[in-house]
């Protein structure tokens, strides 16, 4: 009994404690009401919408933005390849030629190089000249480029420039030019071994009166683009008179600096 009575008084002191614990466990500040503008807050549920969109747009964007940058950059690996491959088909037996304005002796991977950077050239100012004039075609109304539109008007343009007929054509004068200039060149080389030919025989003086005088032509150019220039009478010029002109867009790539 003893113990029954011993138990019930505990119980009633822990209950009489209690709440004067959980009193003095209370944080001791007064709850206040809190500003209703705090700055994040959510927007609207319209202008919330509209940020969606235009955030899927921007994603749409991206990828379109890095596609038409590797689109580009293979375009021009591609035109490399291609300006790079004729070039030194071109010149492959070509070791050296000399610029006549400059007198300078240019070695064949220069004059492979210079070919090779005309072309490109070339033709990447006729794909920008042609995108150039369609910026409307790939730009908002603020002038922003839209990469979607960019990149279908840059496909245009390559397709456009490099099927051409004019490009085509433009390649092909080249490559007429070059040949004609490597032509005019093996001409001479045979010019001069036909004049140390004659210089070596000991009969032409008794033709001389008739044939004309011998005089050695200059051979110290090593150039493609020379003139050989014999005495007049039955031993003429190698060069005809239109040649220079005719092949000054081949001379032009043969001699190409980047500016």
């Not at 890095?66 to 300006?83: E, H, L, M, N, P």
């Not at 490109?120 to 603020?142: C, H, P, V, W």
């Not at 245009?156 to 099927?163: E, I, K, N, P, W």
């Amino acid at each position: 009994m003893k113990k029954l009575l011993a138990l019930i008084l505990c119980v009633v002191m822990v209950m009489s404690l209690a709440p004067a614990a959980f009193a003095a466990g209370t944080v001791g500040v007064p709850a206040t009401s809190g500003s209703t503008d705090i700055d994040p807050q959510f927007q609207s549920v319209a202008n919330a919408k509209k940020a969606i969109s235009d955030i899927n747009d921007d994603m749409k964007a991206m990828y379109y933005a890095i596609v038409a940058d590797q689109t580009v950059f293979g375009t021009a690996k591609t035109i490399y390849d291609f300006s790079n491959g004729l070039a030194t088909e071109l010149l492959k037996d070509v070791a050296s030629a000399k610029n006549g304005e400059t007198g300078n002796t240019v070695y064949n991977e220069d004059l492979t190089a210079n070919v090779r950077k005309y072309l490109n050239a070339t033709l990447s100012d006729e794909i920008a000249m042609y995108m150039n004039k369609r910026q409307s075609a790939f730009t908002n109304g603020d002038g922003f480029i839209q990469p979607d539109k960019y990149l279908k008007v840059f496909a245009d343009a390559v397709s456009s420039t490099l099927g051409s007929e004019k490009a085509q054509k433009n390649i092909e004068a080249i490559v007429y030019g070059l040949a004609a200039l490597k032509l005019q060149k093996s001409v001479n080389d045979q010019a001069d071994d036909l004049y140390d030919a004659i210089d070596a025989w000991d009969h032409w003086g008794e033709f001389e009166g008739a044939f004309g005088a011998l005089i050695d032509p200059d051979d110290d150019d090593d150039g493609l683009y020379i003139e050989w220039l014999p005495a007049d009478y039955i031993l003429t010029s190698t060069q005809s008179s239109t040649l220079g002109d005719d092949a000054a867009q081949a001379s032009g790539a043969l001699f190409y600096a980047v500016s």
